[in-house]
């Protein structure tokens, strides 16, 4: 059984010539002939496939600098970002320690305040006490004074009469 292949028209002028030029050859330069278009048609294909893997090469370079050139300018957003929001940073620090000091420092005051209130507390009990101990002083005193001068009163009264 003899398998016939149809090509294309193309092909048939191709093949025609090619034909016409091995009319009249030996066997042999047939054979070199073939194997030369044979080996051309490889190098060719060879060629072709050098060329593809080269193109995707280069396209795959392409796009790695492109992504490279993309992070770069991403990386300078995002450092750039940073830059920006440096300032809020240290502000958000500023208060944060300010806010810190000062709950600190009213605390201490607070603290102060308290033990200074304590403190007059217990001179103001001081105080009282003094006070109470000079008045029941100054009362004792007093009231020997108008028993005093109560029994010369009655001296005078008595020597007034005998007069």
């Known amino acids: 059984m003899v398998d016939i292949v149809l090509k294309p028209r193309y092909h048939h ?24 278009d044979s080996l051309q048609r490889s190098i060719l294909k060879s060629h072709k496939a050098v060329h593809q893997t080269l193109k995707q090469e280069h396209a795959h370079e392409v796009h790695g600098v492109a992504r490279r050139r993309i992070t770069a300018k991403y990386n300078k957003w995002v450092n750039g970002e940073d830059e920006l929001f440096q300032p809020f940073n240290e502000l958000h620090h500023d208060l944060k320690r300010f806010d ?7 605390k201490d005051k607070s603290k102060q305040t308290s033990i200074e209130i304590e403190q007059l507390s217990a001179r103001v009990v001081e105080a009282e006490t003094k006070l109470k101990t000079e008045v029941t002083r100054i009362k004792k005193k007093l009231q020997i004074q108008i028993t005093e001068l109560e029994l010369s009163l009655d001296v005078a009264n008595k020597n007034n009469i005998e007069l």
């Open 13 to 36: 002028s191709a093949v025609t010539s090619a034909s016409n030029e091995l009319r009249g050859k030996s066997r042999l330069s047939i054979a070199y002939k073939l194997f030369t």
């Open 100 to 106: 810190y000091n000062s709950a600190s420092f009213f």
